[in-house]
């Protein structure tokens, strides 16, 4: 079983930074593929970036190419999403969730997906 615990959230001006943190405990928690989705108030959930076991490989939602970078620290279980130059449709609750199958083609399909965190809201003002 594995946990996930994101942090970080909150309300940000837009052009400035937010740093989101997802803390993972669990047996098999370390080096587990790991991506952050998101879902905004009326829309589905959306994937946003996806980070490799080993860090070495990551991709991204167009939206966000560029603009967010995803990144982890696999001697403390934490994955963090940097969000630069966030923009108000940017705003949601922002979901870390892991599956020890999730590959390159699978990124993108929740269901794959076998443990969520319970999410955080960020809001982004203008």
């Known amino acids: 079983q594995v946990q996930l615990v994101e942090s970080g959230g909150g309300t940000v001006q837009a052009g400035d930074s937010l740093r989101l943190s997802c803390a993972a405990s669990g047996r098999t928690a370390s080096r587990a593929p790991l991506s952050w989705f998101r879902q905004a108030p009326g829309k589905e959930r959306e994937f946003v970036a996806f980070?490799?076991?080993?860090?070495?490989?990551?991709f991204y939602a167009d939206s966000v190419k560029g603009r967010f970078t995803i990144s982890r620290d696999n001697s403390n279980n934490t994955v963090y999403l940097q969000m630069n130059s966030p923009r108000p449709d940017d705003s949601a609750d922002y979901y870390c969730a892991s599956g020890a199958a999730i590959t390159s083609g699978t990124v993108g399909r929740e269901s794959k997906y076998e443990y969520w965190g319970q999410g955080i809201q960020v809001t982004v003002s203008s």
């Open positions: 980070i490799s076991g080993s860090g070495s490989t990551t």
